[in-house]
């Protein structure tokens, strides 16, 4: 089994609905969790971390963790084509060190005009 | 300019040509990474160097060697290239200072295609 195991899409939608992105794991020393967004020819760069479980909000975004089911969750509210891109989950080890990362496989997400 | 640098951004090379791909940044940060992305496999560390006299091999360092010259470059060379290493490699920098969790910078990609 993978650590990190996440649905590669692609997941196409409409612009306007709530999209979920989901990853799961079987790491349960993973303390941070990283949702890192990279668009098409470009590098990923992070879009949000949470500690441990619980949520965290950021504008239209939401990350979500539940500990006890190893289950992440990135919610993007009223999608924009902007929002069209390779969604990573990357939860890492106590410390968070890069080098304790580890990504998932990423989602692509096409959001349609 | 951006804050990662990668160079070549592009390159075609044949069986058992040696490459070497360099990254160089201007954050100030003394973590550097190299990663491999392939379709499918997503992202997979290769190697990573907390400062020049520290490197250390990541998951997949089989048939990579790197070299770090000064705190703001990091190269990554394939000694003798093979088709499976045809890829896109990202150069990353972090901030992480020990707490918390550092976040990667990473180059806008070189893509390799080993014939």
């Known amino acids: 089994q993978k650590e990190v195991e996440q649905d590669p899409g692609p997941l196409s939608v409409p612009e306007g609905a709530i999209v979920s992105l989901n990853c799961t794991y079987s790491n349960s020393a993973f303390q941070y969790f990283m949702w890192y967004r990279q668009y098409s020819r470009k590098g990923p760069e992070l879009l949000m971390y949470?500690?441990?479980?619980g949520n965290k909000e950021d504008g239209r975004f939401t990350a979500q963790v539940d500990k006890s089911s190893k289950y992440i969750s990135l919610f993007i509210r009223d999608s924009q084509p902007s929002d069209s891109a390779t969604y990573l989950c990357a939860p890492a080890h106590s410390g968070g060190g890069a080098d304790g990362l580890t990504f998932g496989k990423g989602t692509h997400l096409i959001i349609q005009p | 300019d951006a804050d990662v640098t990668q160079t070549p951004r592009n390159r075609i090379t044949k069986t058992g040509k040696r490459i070497m791909l360099e990254c160089s940044q201007t954050k100030g940060h003394d973590r550097m990474y190299w990663y491999r992305q392939d379709p499918g496999l997503g992202l997979q560390l290769i190697y990573y160097s907390f400062d020049v006299k520290d490197i250390n091999k990541g998951e997949i360092s089989d048939g990579y060697s790197v070299s770090r010259q000064a705190q703001a470059k990091f190269s990554l060379s394939l000694e003798s290239a093979i088709p499976n290493q045809t890829a896109l490699y990202f150069c990353?920098?972090?901030?992480?200072?020990?707490?918390?969790?550092?976040?990667?910078?990473f180059g806008e990609g070189s893509r390799l295609t080993v014939l």
């Open positions: 990353a920098t972090s901030d992480f200072t020990g707490a918390g969790t550092g976040e990667l910078f």
């Open positions: 949470t500690y441990s479980s």
